[in-house]
Each structure stands twice: as structure tokens, then as C-alpha cells.
């Protein structure tokens, strides 16, 4: 799958993390991911050929158990309907644990922001609802 001019510009980061896999032997395989400022998109192949899954950041609660042993580092996404998803990276790179959570927080702040003006807008296009209110109010 082939990312449109769009997504490519607001890549923030993009390389190689191993993720653990979810069946009974639990193999680390190695994945080439690409964090965007609204999802971690994670590919079996470095040319990104194969259809890749998408992980949006809005349905990410957490970076958790955040571990550093050795030559590597070892973290968990908590998703919001409390899947666990665990990865390493090598220790040497920038920490991916590190910048996902700062996108996390990013995309939380974008949201919150949308969220109030929406409400606000919601607001001051209905000036009847504030007076019913205040007129409720003891």
C-alpha cells in the first residue's frame, strides 16, 4: 500500500520495530512501521508492498511498560479496548516508545481543542438555549 503526497508529509517517524506476536509461541518479527500524526501504520515488508495495518491513534489509550534491557527497548500499546500489542526496538535509535507518545499526546491536545470549539460554536449559534439556561439556573 502505497501512501498518498498527504500522508507521506506528515510522516514523523519512520524504520524498523519488532513486534511480538499474538500466537502461542510469541516470535518477535521484525516490521517496518510509519508513525503520521494520526496513526502507526505497520508493514511485514521494508517496501511497504503488502497491505499494512493501520493502528489510529485514537483508538490508542497508552504507552506502557516502558523496559530498556540490554541492547533493546521494550514497550506496550495499550489500545482502547485494552488489547495489549508489544514491540521492541534497538536500543541505539531514537525510541520509538517516546515519539509515539508524544504523537499520542499531540493528536489527544488537536482533539480536545477541536472538541471545545465545536462546543462552543454548538453555543453561540443557538443564543436561545444560553438564556433558557440561565433563566433555569436558582
Given at each position: 500500500m502505497k501512501?498518498?503526497?498527504?500522508e507521506?508529509?506528515?510522516?514523523?517517524k519512520e524504520g524498523e520495530l519488532e513486534k511480538?506476536?499474538?500466537?502461542?509461541?510469541?516470535?518477535w518479527k521484525r516490521k517496518t512501521c510509519v508513525l503520521t500524526t494520526d496513526s502507526l501504520n505497520?508493514?511485514?515488508d521494508t517496501q511497504k508492498r503488502n497491505r499494512g495495518?493501520?493502528?489510529?491513534l485514537q483508538s490508542i489509550k497508552k504507552v506502557d511498560c516502558?523496559?530498556?534491557?540490554?541492547k533493546f527497548v521494550y514497550f506496550t500499546i495499550v489500545t482502547t479496548d485494552n488489547k495489549e500489542i508489544d514491540f521492541r526496538c534497538s536500543g541505539e535509535e531514537n525510541c520509538w516508545n517516546a515519539v509515539i507518545?508524544?504523537?499520542?499526546?499531540?493528536y489527544q491536545n488537536r482533539k480536545a481543542i477541536q472538541?471545545?470549539?465545536?462546543?462552543q460554536d454548538n453555543e453561540s449559534a443557538s443564543p436561545g438555549q444560553q438564556e433558557r439556561r440561565m433563566a433555569r439556573a436558582p
Open positions: 501512501m498518498s503526497a498527504a507521506i508529509s506528515q510522516v514523523l511480538r506476536s499474538d500466537n502461542l509461541l510469541q516470535f505497520i508493514y511485514a495495518k493501520e493502528l489510529k516502558v523496559e530498556r534491557t540490554g507518545t508524544m504523537a499520542l499526546i499531540e472538541d471545545f470549539k465545536t462546543r
